[in-house]
């Protein structure tokens, strides 16, 4: 069993210590959102590292996953893959959250079926 050695003074500064991280993060967001152009080189660098990250997480869960994920298939895996990609392609701007939820939903499903409570 794991003890728990934080007390809960220290568990409360480090709370507080990243709410004031957050929120002066966001502060300077705002105080220079009107500087910034999202157009630029920049954004679109970083944009393109976020999307290689993204592709890379995907690829690597589909493909070497860990956990109880290794447990299911790869057939099964990249069907899933597709039927969220498949929401996904649908309309990319706004379908993220729909394509996410489908990808978590048919693996429950999958699950239940697997167990024998579907």
Not at 75 to 101: D, E, H, S, Y
């Amino acid at each position: 069993m794991i003890e728990n050695h934080v007390s809960p003074h220290v568990a409360w500064v480090a709370l507080a210590g990243a709410a004031l991280a957050n929120y002066a993060c966001r502060a300077a967001g705002a105080v220079f959102s009107g500087r910034v152009r999202a157009e630029g080189e920049f954004f679109k660098w970083v944009t393109a590292v976020t999307y290689a990250l993204m592709a890379g997480l995907t690829a690597r869960l589909l493909l070497l996953p860990s956990g109880m994920l290794g447990e299911v298939p790869l057939w099964v895996r990249l069907l899933i893959g597709a039927a969220a990609m498949g929401v996904m392609l649908t309309n990319p701007a706004r379908r993220l959250v729909p394509a996410l939820a489908t990808g978590c939903v048919v693996t429950l499903i999958y699950g239940f079926w697997r167990s024998g409570l579907a």
